[in-house]
């Protein structure tokens, strides 16, 4: 491990942090694909901007793209607000427009320079440490290092201080609105703090894997909690562990570092989809499986209720017979049984006759006059 | 504020003029006159599509005007903020969203504490108040997706509470609840009108106006009638309101 690998994973988690948060909301807006439109469009902003300073690295260019950012956002509800053009056909018709001009112009134009289009999808996150920050002749480390960490600073600092308006305008806008809080004037800033945000990654990883790093870690962390705070939290740890994930795995393949990045917020989400305590596919299916054993038991119970000092009990009432008569497989009636044994619902005696206790005597008159909860 | 012409009466809680809302040049209200009297429970009722909703949203400043005048307190919309309290259709929040009960009855604080301050102790006291009023206390922890259609308007009801407003604009608030949260509906209603509270109320079921309202606007873009329930809640304007289709009558009910 060296300086510059160090570098590069500092970097790399300031980046994905940066973008997580922002993304948290975002996700709860539904607005996730406006960050694609706006990571693609803010290009123009940059080729402009270039055009006009001459430099790459000159702050004017942080200016001009996040302004394209914004301008994407305004066109989109532009198109969208004359009620001719859905909302996702009109994210999908304007930045298309804005990224091709700035690919056309980047063709005609500024051959020589390293303005080339593998930077643009991936970013060059491996040749930051090259660009160094310097005031006095002393090296003060990686410049986007510095530009990141300020747009980390930034983004902590606007949601930390606009967090109960934030929060209020996305989960009801028509009481933010009545309470004086001006949801129009909160959804530009908060975009605009997406383009800056923006703007500071492409640079890292390119316009494409920006998406990635802004929605895939709000996304896990929304699977795993059911509080802002928390999700916020868990949105910055799951970005930073991915992005330093991502790294080793890119060093291990000798494979793109911004790319693995990305990969590794996915391979997250996809933890989070299959393994979440609650709302993951596992415990989902172990939910399921659960109800209906637990449903099954309540069947038997009535089963046996019906059949209580009958002429068949004898009969009817045998671990063995559950299979004829309720047609479950031999295996499932067993668990069943367990289950309702466990539960106190039922009692064995001898090798396989089965009784109801008090409770499942209850249990089955209170499940025939109501229908099982709903889940 | 506009000289009172009957001298002691308490001003006007709304009132609305000449008011017409548009989308599209197609009119949702047409030049609605109307009036809310302070300390009164009064009922919007009219068939789907009559504009209810969008009277609200007005009086709120939510839908820009084609043309007319609100007043609320005798002042314009935008100085009487605090003075209104707005419930809205349940449908019209992702219940998903990552937060609390309690956390959610908060929000009806933040139109006080303005810009920047975050709520406090006196705010979680207020807000655990407002839920035992419509018996939620117990849910104050709970994820809010985890609530009931029932469950659900009775905390956007607390939240209305917290806002401590002298006027309250509730859209639908009966739609689909049980039993239970009627009637936690219906008291806490009263209880705001004995405090001395307007409560205006978009209203479906028509069998329940004349139990649980004292005024009543029957609205179908135009306004058809309003005033005392006894006086404007008549067959004859039910028709006219309803064209041909009168889910409900006096006279049957």
């Known amino acids: 491990m060296n300086g510059v690998h160090l570098e590069i994973q500092l970097l790399a988690a300031v980046v994905a942090v940066a973008c997580a948060l922002p993304g948290v909301f975002l996700v709860l807006r539904r607005m996730a694909l406006m960050s694609d439109a706006i990571s693609h469009s803010i290009l123009l902003g940059i080729v402009l901007g270039f055009f006009w300073v001459g430099d790459l690295g000159h702050p004017l260019l942080i200016l001009a793209a996040t302004a394209t950012g914004v301008l994407t956002v305004a066109l989109v509800e532009l198109l969208h607000g004359t009620r001719r053009v859905k909302e996702d056909a009109a994210i999908a018709l304007v930045f298309p427009a804005l990224f091709s001009i700035a690919v056309i112009l980047i063709a005609q134009r500024a051959g020589g320079v390293h303005l080339d289009v593998d930077a643009v999808l991936l970013g060059e996150i491996a040749f930051a440490p090259f660009r160094r920050f310097e005031w006095n002749g002393l090296d003060l480390g990686p410049r986007s290092l510095w530009v990141m960490g300020g747009i980390l600073a930034l983004n902590l600092l606007a949601i930390g201080l606009f967090y109960k308006e934030l929060k209020l305008s996305t989960f009801d806008a028509g009481l933010a609105a009545s309470l004086g809080f001006s949801p129009v004037l909160v959804h530009y800033g908060f975009m605009t703090l997406v383009s800056v945000t923006a703007v500071g990654a492409f640079d890292a990883v390119g316009s494409i894997l920006v998406v990635a790093l802004m929605i895939a870690p709000p996304a896990a962390a929304w699977l795993l909690t059911d509080r802002l705070p928390v999700m916020l939290a868990l949105s910055g740890l799951i970005a930073a562990v991915s992005a330093i994930a991502g790294f080793h795995v890119a060093i291990a393949f000798d494979a793109s570092i911004a790319g693995s990045m990305a990969g590794m917020t996915g391979v997250a989400f996809v933890g989070a989809f299959a393994l979440a305590p609650e709302r993951g596919l596992v415990a989902q299916w172990q939910r399921r499986a659960r109800q209906r054993v637990e449903f099954a038991g309540l069947m038997l119970s009535i089963h046996l209720l019906n059949h209580e000092g009958g002429a068949r009990a004898e009969v009817e009432n045998r671990v063995e017979h559950l299979s004829e008569h309720l047609r479950w497989s031999p295996d499932f009636a067993r668990r069943v049984v367990r289950r309702a044994e466990r539960d106190g619902l039922v009692v064995r005696e001898g090798r396989d006759r089965l009784l109801l206790t008090p409770l499942g005597r209850e249990a089955a008159r209170h499940g025939m006059v109501q229908a099982p909860p709903a889940r | ?253």
């Open chain 2, 1 to 253: 504020m506009r000289p009172d012409p009957d001298g002691g009466a308490p001003p006007l809680a709304i009132e609305v003029n000449d008011l017409t809302v548009a989308y599209r040049e197609q009119p949702v209200l047409w030049d609605v006159d109307v009036s809310f009297r302070q300390g009164a429970l009064t009922a919007i009722v009219g068939p789907n599509g009559a504009g209810k909703t969008t009277l609200i949203r007005a009086i709120l400043g939510l839908v820009p005007l084609a043309a007319g005048m609100v007043r609320i307190l005798g002042r314009a919309p935008e100085d009487a903020r605090t003075e209104v309290a707005y419930v809205p259709q349940r449908g019209s929040v992702d219940w998903d969203f990552p937060t609390s009960v309690l956390d959610l009855v908060l929000m009806g604080t933040y139109g006080r504490l303005g810009w920047f301050r975050r709520p406090g102790a006196a705010e979680r006291d207020r807000a655990g108040e407002a839920l035992e009023k419509v018996g939620m206390e117990a849910f104050a922890e709970r994820q809010i997706s985890q609530l009931s259609g029932g469950q659900q308007q009775r905390v956007f009801l607390a939240r209305a509470l917290v806002q401590d407003a002298r006027i309250y604009l509730m859209d639908e608030p009966f739609q689909g609840v049980d039993a239970r949260t009627e009637t936690a509906i219906v008291e806490v209603l009263r209880e705001l009108r004995a405090r001395g509270n307007t409560v205006i109320v978009v209203h479906h079921a028509l069998q329940t106006v004349a139990e649980y309202f004292d005024e009543v606007v029957l609205l179908n873009v135009r306004r058809i009638a309003s005033g005392p329930v006894e006086e404007a809640f008549t067959d004859e304007n039910l028709r006219l309101a309803y064209g041909g289709r009168v889910p409900f009558l006096r006279s049957a009910g």
